[in-house]
Each structure stands twice: as structure tokens, then as C-alpha cells.
């Protein structure tokens, strides 16, 4: 079974600055999706960016961007220029080849504090 | 525009009631599913569905149930509901096909006193 590992309970970053969310996890599976989501006080899940392991590109998505290494099977989340907007909890998935069932593997989520 | 909904978006029962979650979605996905979130624990399945009469059990399964009777709806059914099921349930949909995403409904608070 896959697991995922979001090591950082609590982070926070001073507004227009940088900050990185960590997660890896484990799988033997070669061929795999990787998302992070973040969730605000409403509940809502929404999907910032996506990862297919096959692509060595990391992802980017506007301020959003990914450091993927698959050997380390880890999976970073960079935000740039950090708004007030961008607190809330963020959860990193797994999720395994489309041909072996689409549900999630979830972390156990990091909540950002964005400090004005 | 397509959606999927949950309702209600809060409920508070009593232990040993049967409680059903409702989840319908109008994107016409195949796959559906159920997951609980606890603190610490992210989010953890509790049931999925590939098409209509099939369902299967996720990693936290005792005490739910699912059926699908219909593509849109997968009502969870709590059988007799218990305190260790106090959480928030979300409902998702997503296709079979390899690049896409899974969406979510909003959310249901469920607390069992």
C-alpha cells in the first residue's frame, strides 16, 4: 500500500515571501499521479497543481511550482510571492496509475499561516 | 455548469441512529468515492465506486455502507452510528481516463453525540 508523508504539521511565511511544504512518499509503483491541494476555512478542496511521475518536468502553476524527485520519492511544494489568499491546510495525494483505480492517498496535511 | 453537491452540510445524530449521506454529481464520472477527514490524518477512503452496481471497500470501511444505483447519486450510510465517526465527509468524483483530476463536493460535518 501506498503512504504519504506531509512531515511538517505547521508552517508559516511573512507575506510576498517564499515558502516550501515538504511531503514524500512510498510506492513501487513507477507509474503514478502526484497532487497537492489546498483547503480554506470553507472546506473546499481545491487542486493547486498536478505531477504525472512519467514527466521529469517539475510542474508549475503561476506561483505554485513543484520540486519532484522520484528517486527520493519526494514531492515539494514551492509558493512564491505569498498572499494572505494562500493560507489554509494543504494536502499532498498520491494517486496510482489510472488502469489500477483513480482514489487518493492523502497526507496528513500541512496548515500555512501567511503573516501581513 | 456541472457540480457535485453533498447534503446536508451539517448533522448532528445520536449514537446507534442510522445516518445516510447524501452525494450527487451531474459531471457523469464513473468513479465516485467517499473519504473521512480526521486531524493528523488527512483524508482516508472509506468507499468507492467504478459504475453503477459496483462498489468496493476503502481502507476505513467498518460501520459504512454504499450503493449505486444511478451514475449521479453514492448515498454513505452509517448503519448505527457511533462516536468514532464524528468527522467530516466529502464525496469526489473524477473519470477513467489517465490525465484527470479528481472534484469534490463541499463537505458534511457530522457529529455524533
Known amino acids: 500500500a501506498q503512504t504519504v508523508t506531509q512531515s511538517q504539521p505547521e508552517m508559516s511565511v511573512q507575506e510576498a515571501e517564499t515558502v516550501t511544504l515538504s511531503c514524500t512518499y512510498d510506492?513501487?509503483?513507477?507509474?503514478?499521479?502526484l497532487f497537492w491541494y489546498k483547503q480554506p476555512p470553507s472546506r473546499q478542496m481545491i487542486l493547486v497543481i498536478r505531477?504525472?511521475?512519467?514527466?521529469?518536468q517539475n510542474a508549475t502553476e503561476n506561483r505554485f511550482s513543484v520540486n519532484f524527485q522520484k528517486a527520493a520519492k519526494s514531492f515539494s511544494l514551492k509558493i512564491s510571492d505569498s498572499q494572505l489568499g494562500d493560507a489554509a491546510m494543504y494536502f499532498c495525494?498520491?494517486?496510482?496509475?489510472?488502469?489500477?483505480?483513480?482514489?487518493?492517498?492523502f497526507g496528513g496535511g500541512t496548515r500555512l499561516m501567511v503573516k501581513p | 455548469d456541472a457540480e457535485i453537491t453533498q447534503s446536508p452540510r451539517h448533522k448532528i445524530t445520536e449514537t446507534g441512529r442510522q445516518v445516510t449521506l447524501a452525494c450527487h454529481q451531474t459531471?457523469?464520472?464513473?468513479?465516485m468515492f467517499w473519504y473521512r477527514q480526521d486531524l493528523g490524518h488527512g483524508l482516508r477512503l472509506i468507499h468507492y465506486?467504478?459504475?453503477?452496481?459496483?462498489?468496493n471497500k476503502g481502507e476505513v470501511s467498518d460501520g459504512y455502507s454504499v450503493s449505486r444505483s444511478n451514475t449521479e447519486d453514492l448515498p454513505l450510510t452509517l448503519e448505527s452510528a457511533a462516536s468514532s465517526q464524528t468527522s467530516v465527509y466529502f464525496c469526489?468524483?473524477?473519470?477513467?481516463?489517465?490525465?484527470?483530476?479528481?472534484?469534490f463536493g463541499q463537505g458534511t460535518r457530522l457529529t455524533v453525540v
Open positions: 459531471w457523469n464520472h464513473n468513479n
Open positions: 469526489a468524483s473524477s473519470e477513467s481516463l489517465r490525465n484527470t483530476e479528481a472534484f
Open positions: 505531477q504525472e511521475a512519467y514527466k521529469q
Open positions: 510506492t513501487s509503483e513507477s507509474d503514478y499521479y
Open positions: 495525494a498520491y494517486r496510482r496509475p489510472y488502469n489500477a483505480g483513480n482514489m487518493l492517498t
Open positions: 465506486s467504478y459504475g453503477v452496481q459496483d462498489t
